[in-house]
Each structure stands twice: as C-alpha cells, then as structure tokens.
C-alpha cells in the first residue's frame, strides 16, 4: 500500500495564491467587458469637445447644456427609455457643481493699516493672527514701554479686520476681572496686606455667593495668599479684601490707575469704577464680577506700562493714530503708588503666569524655551458676559521684558468678545504667547551677537 497517497499536500506560497486569484478575476472582468461591448456598443459616443474649448465656455455650457446633453444621449441609446426632464435636472446638477451660485466671498487683505504702523512685521503678526484664529470681535495692542509708544495694533469686527482702530477707545467693555488690579493695589497700599497675606478661601473660586463673604469667628477653612488670590482670579477672597479695605481705598487707587478720569481729548473715554461703600455690591466690585466696571483697551495699556515702569499713569500714544490716540506724551496728574505696591502689582502679575490662570498657554507649549526663559512675563486675565457688542469678553493684559536687558520690554492688551452660541476663538492666552515669542525673536539678542 501506498502510504503517500494519504500525506497532506503541499499548499502554495501564499503570495502565489493571491497572485493566480488576482489573474483569474482580471481575465474575468475582461471578458465581462468585452461581452459588454457587443450587446451594448453599437454606436460610438460622440466625441468629446477640446479642453481649451470648454475651459474657455463655461459659463455658455452651463445655459446650453441641458438639451444638448438631452440630444446626444437620446442618439446613443445609453438610456434609451430614460425621461428628458431627468436628464436636464442632472446636467442642472452638473452646471451647478461646475458655476457655483453664491461662490464665497474672499476677505480681501489692505495692508495699508500695516505699512503705517511703527513696526510693521509686529503689525503683520497680528493681522494674519486675526485673519487665521477669526475671533467675533478683538482688539490687539503692543507699547513700547520705554516711550509709551504704540508700536502695533490690530482689530477685528463684522467678520474682518479693520482698518482703524475703534475698540482702542470704546469705554462699554466690561473690566471683568483685571478690576482685581485695583483690589491688591489698594490693599498693599493700605499697609495691611502684602502679597503672602493669607485670605480665607471659602467655596468655589469662580462664583461670588454671600455665605462665600462672610467669616466666621474662629474660621479652620482652606486660605490662599494675596498673590496666589489675584494670579488665579480667585473671587471670593478678592471680594473679602475689598470690603475689609473698604471703599474709599478703592476709588483712591483706582483713580491712579485711571479710572473715572476725563482725559484730554476724550482719549480715551472715561473708564468706570464705581463701589458702593458697604454690601455685596462692594464685594462685586472688589472682584470684577459686574459690568459696570468698564475698561478701554488704552487705558488696560498704560495701566500695564504704570506697573511695570513704577511711573505715574500715561496714555500709550501715536503719531498717525489720530482720534484714536494721543499724538503725543501727555503728563497727567493722577498720583502714583508706592514703589513697595508697583513690585507687589508687578510680582503678582508674573505670578499670574507662573502659577495662575495663563499658566498653561504662556508657555513653551506656545513659545520657544529659549525666548521663554530668557522672558520676565506677568499679566491678568479676566472673562465676563457683556451686551455691547454682546457676548462673552475675554481679557489678557500683561508684558514680557528681557532678564538680561530689562530696557527691552512690550506691553501687551488683548480682548476678545466669544459668541455664547458658537465656536470660540483661541484663548487670549495663546494669542499672547504666541506674540510675546515672536517679539522675543525680533528684539531679544541672538548668541554670539
């Protein structure tokens, strides 16, 4: 007996499997097509027009070409019992695909607005940043801290960037939170607090209720510093700082930083600090969490370029801005704070990026390491809903200044107004990462020069 006969055979190489299969069906195709041809295929299709011809008669094609379409393929006998009407419906289709009807509107770029500004790439940056991230409404502005002088601006509003800037000045813009700048300004001022000062910390950070102001006797609860309070935008115990300061601190310090203040010229207009003396509405006040604190992006700059310069307030200005800025430097006699207060604003607000709410995209997440520890940064955040334009603001103010060179330095105010219903834009976090790292490119000194 033959036992091979009962040995399992040798398969094929898979490969060589795959191959024969994928013969076999290619032959299959072939003559299916071929068979196709002979039943089907006795008139050849008319020939197609040029390329250059149709190219150059779109628009003629797109009126025209339904009943010629209609004809010849009546005469190939393709669709021989297919209905006139449904072909001139598909070639409407067609035409429709090829001429769109509404074709999108272009945002046509004028580089007038950049080729005016002081520097122009800064100017640039930010326009092609409004242009990529399409924020509902912002405004962007850079000062040169050592002049006071606007060095680049940007603006976006009725889906496109603008090209004068009219939000610079426009004083209905809810202050939100960098209204806490004038909290720790007048508690250090007041001597009783200083920026490790410990707060009590009583229920969540971002709500502002009355159980969350009120201290009881022998209170064993969670505390925050002063500095940790305003970096993380902490509203209940800026709020308790408000009221145990009281109101007459307040107005004062807020009137050197500029507030309620009627400047030369209306520029800009007058921005509201208005605390009642006594109640929950102080504590709101205190805080930020009201809208009828207002701020003009202006003034958020020379209160920025006050702190970081220990100097009295000054308006940024410009000399081709007319209108919407001072032309000139303007002296104003508003006061100034202590220099132990502008170190405690200017520490504060370096703590804001190092451990507080722009923390995460002032960062190398969004800036090069090199530029960003090469960077002292501070700044303050602040968010809160608005009606005029109406929407959900978003505030950034701050400045970045050189650790080798500290002459070298850039004021920063960023605003931006969300729709609540739809898509946000990029933090303004990000937005000032991403413009501080590209100032440190152009100002800060390269190795080896």
Not at 20 to 45: D, W
Not at 223 to 248: C, H, K, T
Not at 292 to 316: W, Y
Request: charge should be positive; glycine fraction near 6%; include cysteine.
């Amino acid at each position: 007996m033959d036992y091979n006969n009962y040995l399992p055979k040798k398969r094929l190489p898979y490969a060589v499997r795959i191959r024969n299969r994928i013969i076999v069906f290619s032959v299959f195709m072939g003559l299916c097509a071929l068979l196709g041809t002979c039943i089907f295929g006795e008139k050849a299709p008319p020939k197609p027009a040029e390329e250059d011809e149709y190219a150059e008669t779109v628009d003629s094609t797109a009126a025209n070409a339904a009943p010629l379409q209609t004809e010849q393929l009546n005469e190939t006998g393709i669709f021989p019992k297919a209905d006139s009407e449904d072909l001139v419906n598909m070639q409407a289709t067609v035409a429709a695909a090829v001429v769109p009807e509404n074709p999108a509107e272009a945002d046509v770029i004028d580089s007038t607005h950049i080729k005016t500004q002081k520097d122009v790439f800064l100017a640039e940056k930010i326009d092609n940043l409004l242009r990529r991230f399409r924020p509902e409404h912002a405004v962007i502005l850079m000062v040169d801290p050592q002049s006071n002088e606007i060095i680049a601006w940007g603006e976006r509003r009725n889906d496109h960037v603008q090209e004068k800037p009219d939000y610079f000045i426009k004083n209905t813009f809810p202050a939100a939170s960098l209204a806490k700048t004038v909290t720790i300004s007048a508690a250090m001022e007041s001597n009783r607090y200083s920026l490790t000062s410990q707060i009590p910390m009583i229920g969540s950070s971002i709500h502002l209720y009355k159980n969350q102001l009120r201290v009881k006797e022998g209170y064993k609860g969670p505390f925050i510093e002063l500095q940790d309070a305003y970096a993380r935008s902490a509203n209940p115990p800026m709020g308790i700082v408000g009221m145990n300061v009281g109101a007459e601190r307040l107005r004062s310090a807020a009137k050197k930083l500029g507030y309620n203040t009627n400047f030369p010229g209306a520029l800009p207009p007058r921005s509201n600090y208005a605390p009642p003396d006594t109640g929950y509405g102080l504590a709101e006040v205190s805080s930020g969490f009201t809208e009828a604190t207002t701020l003009t992006p202006l003034l958020a700059a020379a209160q920025v370029r006050a702190i970081l310069m220990k100097k009295p307030l000054e308006i940024p200005w410009a000399a081709n801005l007319d209108g919407y800025a001072p032309k000139s430097r303007i002296a104003l006699d508003v006061g100034k704070f202590s220099d132990n207060t502008y170190y405690g604003l200017r520490e504060a607000m370096i703590r804001t990026v190092t451990h507080g709410t722009a923390r995460k995209n002032i960062s190398t997440r969004h800036m090069a390491r090199k530029n960003y520890e090469a960077l002292n940064i501070g700044g303050k955040t602040g968010s809160l809903d608005g009606h005029d334009p109406y929407g959900r603001y978003e505030w950034f103010m701050g400045f970045a200044q050189s650790k080798a060179d500290p002459s070298k330095a850039v004021v920063l105010v960023i605003m931006q107004v969300h729709d609540l219903q739809g898509m946000r834009s990029q933090p303004a976090t990000q937005v000032a990462g991403m413009l501080f790292n590209y100032w440190a490119h152009q100002y800060l000194p390269k190795k080896g020069k």
